[in-house]
């Protein structure tokens, strides 16, 4: 009687402890599927968003700006200009700007 009563707790308590285990399991085993698919999920994010309209729209307009600053600007301030538009402008792919942008960074980036 008393063994069967120890058997059973025994019984129990290894049932809590295998469903803890095999929560903490299922825990683990999703935080190590979400840290391996995470970078694939924000990749294929990125890549849809520049592929998107209004990056595409956005970007044109700040570089648009850029060359209005520049255009605009002192002799002093177009040196301090060229280099951010050579960063902004190598950031986006160069077919898909406008004529008059591409021959705008062709001319900044061909000063010394």
Do not use: C, W
């Not at 085993?29 to 990749?43: D, I, L, Q, S, T």
């Not at 890549?47 to 648009?64: C, H, P, V």
């Not at 951010?84 to 792919?93: A, G």
């Amino acid at each position: 009687m008393i063994k069967d009563i120890i058997l059973d707790i025994i019984l129990e308590l290894g049932l809590v402890l295998a469903v803890a285990l095999a929560v903490f399991g299922l825990s683990y085993g999703g935080y190590e599927m979400y840290a391996f698919f995470k970078p694939r999920y924000v990749a294929v994010d990125n890549a849809t968003f520049k592929e998107s309209q209004q990056y595409n729209d956005g970007m044109i307009r700040d570089l648009e700006n850029l060359q209005m600053d520049y255009n605009s600007a002192g002799p002093e301030q177009k040196q301090a200009l060229r280099a951010i538009i050579l960063h902004r402008f190598s950031v986006y792919p160069l077919e898909k700007m406008p004529l008059s942008l591409r021959n705008f960074y062709d001319q900044v980036r061909g000063q010394q």
